[in-house]
């Protein structure tokens, strides 16, 4: 069974619902691997768990605006 592990920070419940269905499409029609045996796990960091260059996306997102 494959497994796909993505992390993210957070997304909305669609975003996230859209990611399942393309991931699974995706690897289905690359690997040949029937839909319904892949797994697929979303997990969510929050944006101070997550750090770029040095600065947590909390910082980065302070500096943008």
Same mark, same amino acid.
């Given at each position: 069974?494959?497994? &796909?592990? %993505? @992390?993210? /920070?957070?997304? @909305? $419940? @669609?975003? $996230?619902?859209?990611? &399942?269905?393309?991931?699974?499409?995706? /690897?289905? !029609?690359?690997? *040949?691997?029937? =839909? #319904? %045996? %892949? %797994?697929? /796990? &979303?997990? #969510?960091?929050? !944006? !101070?768990?997550?750090?770029? *260059? *040095? +600065?947590?996306?909390? #910082?980065?997102? =302070? #500096? +943008? +605006?």
């Amino acid at each position: 069974m494959p497994y &796909i592990l %993505f @992390e993210t /920070s957070k997304l @909305e $419940k @669609e975003v $996230k619902q859209k990611l &399942i269905e393309k991931l699974t499409e995706t /690897s289905a !029609d690359i690997t *040949g691997i029937p =839909k #319904e %045996f %892949f %797994f697929i /796990s &979303i997990n #969510e960091l929050p !944006d !101070d768990d997550i750090a770029i *260059g *040095g +600065k947590t996306v909390t #910082e980065m997102k =302070k #500096e +943008k +605006k």
